[in-house]
């Protein structure tokens, strides 16, 4: 079974619609990050989490939000989906002092 | 703010030849450098990673170099496969605080012609 797991792998959703992407990990790992791909411009960073109790904003934070349910649970919400949300949605995790992160698959999400 | 700039965007090599993809970092402090491949519908995976207390790493057919003083580091894949075929991802820590974040660069495409 993969260590880190996301869904869902794929969804369509309309503009103005609150949809949550979640992310589970059998990993131990402390800490738990959310990405976005875009074409061109890489990985950047949305929120981070140390642990349940410590979330953190990355790069990219405005129209996101996130909860930490458990140390193996870590989810991502667009409250109010826009068309420029439109991306590929990664979850990652590490070992608190490490660097290493491993991902998971991915969910691609289409704003229309 | 920190910043990754990576080269080229594309990539294409005939099979059996090298594949060098170029990145530089802005913040002086970053220590830690690794390397990240992601195949076609997939989440990026570690494939290689170098720390700021060497200047080279090798794991068969690819390397990676740093230069501290420059502030660039560099994958080496050589003899090139098809399976090689993915988008490579470099990325550098990020020194502020014990946070564990890293700053990525925007990748590269890489086409192995058979």
Redesign the interface.
Same mark, same amino acid.
């Given at each position: 079974d993969a260590d880190?797991t996301q869904t869902p792998r794929n969804r369509i959703t309309k503009t103005g619609k609150r949809i949550m992407l979640e992310c589970s990990q059998t990993k131990g790992h402390d800490?738990m990050y959310w990405y976005r791909q875009d074409p061109?411009? #890489?990985?950047?960073?949305i929120y +981070?989490s140390f642990d349940v109790k410590d979330i953190?904003k990355?790069?990219i934070s405005d129209g996101y939000s996130v909860s930490r349910q458990a140390q193996a649970k870590f989810s991502l919400s667009l409250e109010s989906a826009i068309p420029n949300q439109t991306a590929l949605y990664?979850c990652?995790t590490?070992e #608190?002092?490490?660097?290493?992160? +491993?991902?998971?698959?991915?969910t691609r999400l289409t704003v229309t | 703010g920190e910043n990754v700039e990576q080269h080229p965007s594309t990539l294409s090599v005939q099979e059996g030849d090298s594949a060098v993809i170029k990145c530089t970092y802005s913040d002086s402090a970053s220590n830690y450098f690794p390397w990240y491949k992601q195949e076609l519908g997939k989440g990026p995976q570690l494939i290689i990673d170098i720390r700021s207390n060497v200047g080279e790493k090798k794991d068969q057919r690819i390397a990676v170099t740093l230069n501290k003083t420059a502030k660039h580091f560099s994958l080496h894949i050589t003899e090139t496969q098809p399976e090689d075929s993915a988008v490579y991802f470099c990325a550098a820590s990020i020194s502020s605080g014990n946070t564990g974040k890293l700053i990525f660069g925007q990748g590269t495409t890489l086409q192995v012609k058979p």
């Open positions: 880190v800490r061109g411009l #890489g990985l950047r960073l +981070y953190n990355g790069e990664f990652a590490s #608190g002092g490490s660097y290493e992160q +491993y991902f998971g698959p991915g | -």
